[in-house]
């Protein structure tokens, strides 16, 4: 793998094929890396969002903002008065807002195709953070969501580092496609529901379970990649042993990358902001890279019954 870096020049400069390129590049597993971030954050809101602290690290990860209800979670009601929330939740929107009017421009190839997932800001310090094992930043993992299926999309994030002085320190190993194969399928395999099960969870999902019992709402895919989230985090063997390549994102800059392919963990930084995209299998510029083709390969079977279809959250 590797960190693309894009200058302002590059990026002003930019023909259809380097764009195209870049969109290979990161379904490969490769990191896109804007020293001088793209997407403008008044700084009036980095000031407010300097000022804001969770004061129980245990409670949320985060403070996520759900731009299709126009909603926030996880904040610290301990500290926040309405005022404050108010403006946090501004804050949010118009930055998701950004972020996706970007994108929708600078990944042309894609034309849009997504789902416009959660935005986040992230206050806490990640060194030293006391959370469950699964729940752990320091860990390299590669990702999925509990509640929220893809079915086949693809986790694109795109991250702004706004602390005023420090990096945000992650470390990387190398991609889905190569990590996988190591434990697949003698250690962990992908599972194909049979009708049973399959008419079980239609069911299920038709009497509304699935808030109650997520795993209803997962494909064979989602329920891969959530198993294996949680095999690369309690696996110490792969955790010290697997290749590592560490990155420091300097004050000021952003990244972006698929996240359920590039294994990766934050060791140390406070004060970021991120938004997360679910790309269609349909939109991919090299879908043999997908965490989805690879899989289904060493299945030899479909592991999702329509690709790309979404379930709310």
């Known amino acids: 793998m590797a960190v693309i870096t894009i200058s302002a020049e590059a990026l002003a400069g930019r023909s259809s094929e380097e764009t195209r390129q870049w969109c290979a590049q990161l379904e490969a597993g490769d990191i896109l890396y804007?020293?001088?971030?793209?997407?403008?954050?008044?700084?009036?809101?980095?000031?407010?969002?300097?000022?804001?602290?969770?004061?129980?690290?245990?409670?949320?990860?985060?403070?996520?903002?759900?731009?299709?209800?126009?909603?926030?979670?996880?904040v610290d009601t301990k500290t926040a008065n309405a005022q404050a929330v108010a403006r946090l939740q501004t804050i949010m929107r118009q930055y998701s807002r950004t972020v996706t009017e970007f994108l929708t421009e600078f990944l042309a190839p894609y034309k849009a195709n997504w789902q416009l997932d959660y935005a986040s800001f992230r206050p806490q310090e990640e060194e030293g953070r006391d959370l469950p094992l699964r729940r752990r930043n320091d860990l390299l993992h590669t990702d999925a969501f509990p509640t929220r299926p893809t079915h086949g999309a693809r986790i694109l994030r795109f991250f702004n580092n706004i602390h005023p002085s420090r990096t945000r320190d992650w470390v990387v190993s190398d991609p889905f496609a190569k990590v996988v194969k190591q434990f697949a399928p003698q250690q962990i395999a992908p599972r194909v529901d049979g009708a049973f099960v399959r008419a079980a969870k239609a069911v299920g999902r038709g009497i509304g379970l699935g808030a109650a019992i997520p795993s209803i709402k997962r494909s064979p895919y989602d329920d891969f990649m959530m198993r294996f989230h949680n095999f690369l985090k309690e696996n110490?063997?792969?955790?010290?042993?697997?290749?590592?390549?560490?990155?420091?994102?300097?004050?000021?800059?952003?990244?972006?990358?698929?996240?359920?392919?590039?294994?990766?963990?934050?060791?140390a930084g406070q004060y970021a902001l991120e938004q997360t995209f679910l790309v269609r299998p349909q939109a991919l510029v090299a879908p043999a890279s997908s965490p989805l083709k690879v899989l289904e390969e060493i299945a030899g079977a479909p592991l999702v019954g329509r690709p790309g279809t979404f379930f709310s959250a």
Do not use: R
């Open 34 to 74: 804007f020293p001088q971030t793209p997407v403008q954050i008044p700084q009036d809101d980095i000031t407010f969002l300097l000022g804001q602290q969770q004061t129980d690290s245990s409670l949320h990860k985060n403070i996520a903002y759900k731009p299709n209800l126009d909603k926030l979670s996880g």
């Open 236 to 267: 110490p063997g792969f955790q010290a042993e697997c290749p590592k390549y560490n990155f420091n994102f300097p004050p000021g800059s952003s990244w972006m990358a698929y996240t359920d392919t590039v294994p990766h963990a934050v060791l």
